[in-house]
């Protein structure tokens, strides 16, 4: 089995390799990516949910039913390039080379065949090490989110419910020196005739691949939601805002474990725990008579902690963001900041967005939107992002992709609003 194929599949479940880790807010329908991640005041009622519930109580006009499916998004970062390292290192074949030398040695039976075999489970064996070499502590990361949502905005009672899944981790390479030592064992006991240690009983070569210790690391959650929104317009002297909450069922679904590096038995099923709980959304609103709104969401309001079958913490914070947007004709421009640092989720640093963005609505059916999301707490992992959506009759396909060096990201939405 191609061990690249399925460690490609380990960031949409797994997490990195750290004591603790933390989800960061989650943004992920393609018109929030196309425009840098932002949403608290410049999103639509159709995607209040993901974003801010008190949207459904702010919608704009034409704006009275919503089915959106699939909300699609997709985020995998290589900055070490791990890909296509374990690539290189699995099509050159390196373990099977060196194994197939040792037999060779061990069966051979003249001068001859033992110097032709010496100097096979040399060059292979340096070719191995070189190659565990090129892996050592390569890490890919990512995220995977699925969801739906049905909605009817209003004033007066806004309302949707919605389903989402969303998946986040990595997985780290962690080749160790006591397998590159053991390999060098037999490369120098070889070039130098001193059998010594690297021979057993019966005189036959010892091949360390058969007891590798190094591995493929990884740690997980996938927190699917089940939920609510619920908003309503209020007037404070004169000032209309809309506040909405969402309160949701959370499933989390955690993975953590080690397995070897050259196994082929991957799954994605090892090391399970599974929790449930309940959790809050709340979100304010106020649309200015001059174009101009302004937003605050928190999400996951009680904080939550789930501990691995390894023992490790994987903890669900709230997380608090402000937005706003100005709308002028045909055109939208909006920013978005999180008011606090998210911690480390896994392999990820920690995280704190600015995000920036626009778009311009041609004749009410086709945008063309254009964004930046800035990391404050690490700008390298900052990102530029653009996208299209086509709205005509009520139908609509929205496409985004984000990205810098070592990351990119994907979104699609189909919906039908009328």
Do not use: C
């Not at 196994?263 to 959304?281: C, F, M, P, R, W």
């Amino acid at each position: 089995m191609d061990k690249r194929v399925l460690l490609l599949g380990l960031p949409v479940m797994l997490l990195g390799m750290q004591q603790a880790g933390a989800v960061s807010f989650g943004t992920f329908d393609p018109r929030s990516m196309a425009m840098g991640g932002t949403g608290v005041a410049s999103g639509t009622s159709a995607n209040a949910s993901f974003f801010n519930p008190a949207l459904l109580a702010a919608g704009r006009e034409g704006e009275d039913f919503s089915l959106e499916l699939p909300v699609l998004g997709l985020r995998v970062a290589d900055p070490d390039e791990m890909i296509d390292s374990l690539d290189t290192f699995q099509s050159a074949d390196y373990i099977t080379k060196f194994s197939d030398a040792v037999d060779q040695w061990n069966a051979a039976t003249t001068v001859g065949e033992l110097l032709t075999a010496k100097d096979a489970v040399v060059n292979t064996g340096r070719d191995l090490t070189a190659g565990l070499a090129t892996l050592s502590n390569k890490a890919v990361q990512g995220e995977l989110h699925v969801g739906a949502v049905v909605g009817v905005p209003s004033k007066r009672f806004g309302a949707s419910v919605y389903v989402n899944s969303r998946a986040i981790g990595g997985a780290l390479l962690d080749i160790t020196q006591n397998d590159l030592d053991n390999v060098n064992a037999v490369i120098d006991g070889l070039d130098t005739n001193n059998l010594t240690g690297i021979v057993d009983g019966s005189g036959n070569l010892i091949d360390p691949t058969d007891n590798l210790t190094s591995s493929v690391q990884g740690r997980g959650v996938v927190l699917s939601e089940v939920g609510v929104s619920l908003a309503r317009e209020f007037d404070f002297g004169g000032h209309p805002v809309a506040i909405g909450v969402t309160p949701k069922f959370v499933q989390a679904n955690t993975f953590d474990y080690q397995v070897d590096v050259d196994s082929a038995d991957i799954t994605a099923d090892q090391g399970e725990k599974k929790y449930s709980d309940v959790n809050l959304d709340a979100g304010v609103l106020h649309r200015y008579s001059n174009g101009w709104s302004t937003g605050v969401v928190v999400k996951n309001l009680i904080p939550r902690e789930y501990t691995t079958a390894l023992g490790n913490k994987v903890s669900v914070d709230p997380q608090l963001r402000v937005g706003m947007a100005y709308e002028w004709k045909l055109f939208t421009v909006a920013a978005d900041l999180d008011l606090m640092e998210n911690d480390a989720a896994g392999l990820d640093g920690p995280t704190q967005y600015l995000a920036l963005g626009g778009e311009w609505n041609a004749w009410d059916w086709a945008q063309v939107r254009l964004g930046y999301r800035h990391n404050i707490s690490d700008s390298d992992t900052s990102t530029a992002s653009l996208g299209l959506g086509i709205s005509p009759f009520g139908v609509h396909a929205d496409l985004a992709v984000a990205g810098n060096s070592n990351e990119v990201g994907l979104g699609f939405q189909l919906g039908f609003r009328f």
